[in-house]
């Protein structure tokens, strides 16, 4: 089986090293990139890239600048790295795409398992689940309503699906949380609303099948 390849782009030799050995002792293939406008070529001459993993503050293109651009052709997972642990700066990261953040300094160990559990939760093989009039297909990582596809981020396809796998159930935003966002994710509700938000709005008319539940958190129901 093919080793999964993983991006790393930060402008600091030494953490790109740390991040490295780490990620080769887990059997992952790692190429490496010292800037944004470099991330960016790498990228769209790898084509088999399976994760990023991407520093913030860069020279000439920051993290932000890098995400965006790629989530313009890819839904490829993204781990943004950062020293800021504001909540402007994390939302900001969820606009564009980021599906994770870990700020710095961090155990090399947690690194390593937020990517697998990304990874794993990507490439989970399950049978197309359909509610209402939306069809999601776990394999191909796709979202159709009748019949016409919606584009979808990464976080935001995990969300739906969690949602549709909880069908009828009243979910309280922590409970989202630590499955969605994994059980060591520090953020809080309006990360939650601020996808919860989009998602509606791309599932048009559909969108209502998420029902806020005020101050516990939401359901999904088609009824």
């Not at 001459?45 to 052709?73: A, Q, T």
């Not at 700020?103 to 947690?110: E, N, Q, Y």
């Not at 989970?124 to 297909?137: P, Q």
């Not at 029902?211 to 999904?220: A, E, L, P, R, V």
Request: hydrophobic residues 40%; contains cysteine.
């Amino acid at each position: 089986m093919d080793k999964i390849k993983i991006l790393v782009v930060d402008d600091e030799a030494r953490m790109r090293k740390l991040v490295r050995d780490f990620l080769e002792k887990h059997d992952y293939e790692v190429i490496e990139a010292q800037n944004g406008e470099e991330a960016v070529d790498m990228f769209f001459e790898n084509k088999d890239i399976g994760l990023i993993i991407l520093d913030v503050m860069m020279p000439k293109m920051n993290g932000f600048e890098v995400c965006k651009e790629i989530r313009m052709y890819s839904q490829v997972p993204i781990i943004m790295l950062t020293a800021k642990a504001d909540e402007k700066s994390e939302l900001s990261g969820f606009q564009y795409g980021v599906d994770e953040y870990i700020s710095k300094p961090f155990s090399p160990k947690i690194l390593v398992a937020r990517v697998e559990a990304i990874l794993r939760r990507s490439t989970v093989l399950e049978e197309k689940i359909e509610a209402g009039d939306i069809v999601l297909d776990k394999t191909g990582h796709k979202v159709t309503i009748n019949g016409k596809a919606i584009e979808l981020s990464y976080k935001e396809f995990e969300l739906l699906t969690f949602f549709v796998m909880n069908k009828g159930v009243a979910l309280s935003r922590e409970k989202i949380l630590n499955n969605v966002w994994n059980y060591d994710y520090f953020g809080d509700a309006r990360t939650i609303d601020t996808h919860v938000k989009k998602l509606r709005s791309k599932l048009g008319e559909h969108g209502e099948y998420i029902k806020t539940i005020w101050g516990m958190g939401y359901k999904f129901d088609v009824n």
